[in-house]
């Protein structure tokens, strides 16, 4: 079965960083393009980067652009996400999926959907 765990969250200070990776199986994890996506309180599941299958090309949501970078290593079937110049609305749990998705809710919401945990960040000083 497809599985996705998130780890390297915990909490930063503004202007610090933190490294996300995503250990993904159950799947041709290096023929899917990939995406982060996270979900703050009370507000919507948005995606926050996506990368191709062979890691040549990446999109960032404009809210991050400039401080995250997205990356993967097929060979380990592992997705990162270094994010720098951490704001306090970085504060989310963030989530590794294929990209894109018919429907990003950040939960299972439909046959054949799948999530991971996720991981939370929190950024506060």
């Known amino acids: 079965q497809v599985q996705l765990v998130e780890s390297g969250g915990g909490l930063a200070q503004p202007g610090g960083s933190l490294r996300l990776s995503c250990a993904a199986s159950?799947?041709?994890?290096?023929?899917?393009?990939m995406g982060w996506y996270r979900q703050a309180p009370g507000k919507e599941c948005e995606l926050v980067a996506s990368?191709?299958?062979?890691?040549?090309?990446?999109k960032y949501a404009d809210s991050v652009k400039g401080r995250f970078t997205i990356s993967r290593d097929n060979a380990k079937n592992t997705m990162y996400l270094q994010m720098n110049s951490l704001k306090p609305e970085d504060t989310a749990v963030y989530y590794c999926?294929?990209?894109?998705?018919?429907?990003?809710?950040?939960?299972?919401?439909?046959?054949?959907?799948?999530w991971g945990q996720g991981t939370q960040v929190t950024v506060s000083s």
């Open positions: 990368i191709t299958d062979g890691g040549t090309g990446t």
């Open positions: 999926n294929a990209y894109p998705l018919s429907q990003a809710m950040c939960v299972i919401s439909y046959e054949g959907d799948y």
């Open positions: 159950g799947f041709p994890f290096s023929t899917y393009a």
